[in-house]
């Protein structure tokens, strides 16, 4: 089982950004997806998350700017981000809960990150 990260860049104050993940692999179920991240010297923070039916959280520092949103049938999950500002500079990470084809329950899985930099 694999995560792929997608959409990292550096981009400007106020530009907007759109992150992918994909989860790949011998899966039979993916419930809870999310991003985190992890900005240079902090620990890392949940950014928004989504249940397998469409419910979602979101940190106070991205709502009204980011939206989370998944493709069950691509086992992808989506971040839009919109007015970026230098805050927002950090190594994005997504995350799953998957159930394995030869499992019996759910396994947390992370992918690689991807950085997003928001600078002028």
């Known amino acids: 089982v694999q995560l792929q990260a997608f959409g990292g860049g550096l981009v400007q104050p106020g530009w907007s950004l759109r992150l992918s993940c994909a989860a790949s692999?011998?899966?039979?179920?993916?419930?809870?997806m999310g991003w985190y991240r992890q900005a240079s010297g902090e620990q890392r923070e949940l950014v928004a998350s989504?249940?397998?039916?469409?419910?979602?959280n979101y940190a106070d520092s991205v709502k009204g700017r980011f939206t989370i949103s998944r493709n069950n049938a691509k086992k992808t999950v989506y971040l839009q981000m919109n007015s970026l500002n230098p805050e927002d500079t950090a190594v994005y990470y997504c995350?799953?809960?998957?159930?394995?084809?030869?499992?019996?329950?759910?396994?947390?899985?992370w992918g690689k990150g991807t950085l997003v930099t928001v600078s002028s």
């Open positions: 995350n799953a809960n998957i159930m394995p084809t030869y499992g019996t329950g759910y396994y947390e899985n």
């Open positions: 692999g011998s899966i039979l179920s993916i419930s809870a």
């Open positions: 989504i249940t397998s039916g469409g419910n979602t």
